[in-house]
């Protein structure tokens, strides 16, 4: 079975640099999630589409910003990096919104700033 | 405040035992969900339950099995006759769709470690 596709899976950037994460989503699921995993961390939530419109928004930072397009992919765009911004970057999608539906989660993308 | 704590940070057994993982949560909803995922050490994230609040059943599915209790607002997940394979960080983690529809608020994890 299709599922969440991440891409790419590890990146390395400079610090100031700017980053771009992509999600595709499984095939029909019109809900993308967005969350941070720290090292040794709980996941923390970002930002989430629904039907390609922002539907919550956690502790995202102002120097990043996601959308998702028509073909319900989503891309996360991280500007200025910091040391701190080094993580697991995860993408869920869901068919339907929230709760009363499970969250598949893609394999994460590894972001590493130095 | 935590929604979703999970007590126990590590836990380490031998193969075959039975363990239990903690799960309490917090809440004022009263429709509510709640899912537990595993993180091997691969590092993605693998959804195993979801549960909603008006469904007290217990339920099991192979050697895993989950205790929700709403009176101690527990959902508890044990593992019976471990193995090393079961070896990774397990999430619990709560949904509030009236609050907020796409947020799951996640437990700090706790890591399981499954010896020979």
């Known amino acids: 079975a299709a599922g969440v596709i991440q891409s790419p899976r590890h990146l390395i950037k400079e610090k100031r640099e700017t980053a771009t994460l992509k999600c595709y989503p499984i095939p029909r699921h019109d809900t993308v999630y967005w969350y941070q995993q720290g090292p040794g961390q709980d996941p923390q939530f970002l930002i989430s589409f629904y039907e390609k419109m922002q539907s919550d928004k956690g502790s995202i930072p102002d120097r990043f910003s996601a959308q998702q397009f028509s073909d319900y992919h989503s891309e996360l765009n991280m500007s200025s990096l910091e040391l701190g911004d080094s993580a697991l970057y995860f993408c869920?999608?869901?068919?339907?919104?929230?709760?009363?539906?499970?969250?598949?989660f893609g394999q994460g993308t590894r972001l590493t700033v130095v | 405040a935590q929604k979703v704590t999970q007590a126990q940070t590590e836990i380490s057994v031998v193969e075959k035992e039975d363990v239990t993982l903690d799960c309490v949560y917090e809440t004022r909803d009263t429709t509510y969900y709640l899912f537990w995922y595993k993180q091997p050490p691969s590092g993605e994230l693998v959804f195993l339950i979801r549960r909603n609040s008006f469904d007290e059943q217990n339920e099991i599915s192979g050697r895993y099995s989950w205790n929700f209790q709403k009176s101690t607002s527990s959902f508890n997940f044990t593992i019976t006759a471990s193995q090393v394979v079961d070896s990774a960080v397990y999430f619990c983690?709560?949904?509030?769709?009236?609050?907020?529809?796409?947020?799951?608020?996640f437990g700090s994890g706790t890591k399981l470690n499954v010896k020979p």
């Open positions: 869920a999608s869901s068919l339907g919104r929230g709760g009363n539906t499970e969250a598949f």
């Open positions: 983690a709560l949904s509030e769709p009236r609050y907020n529809f796409n947020k799951f608020y």
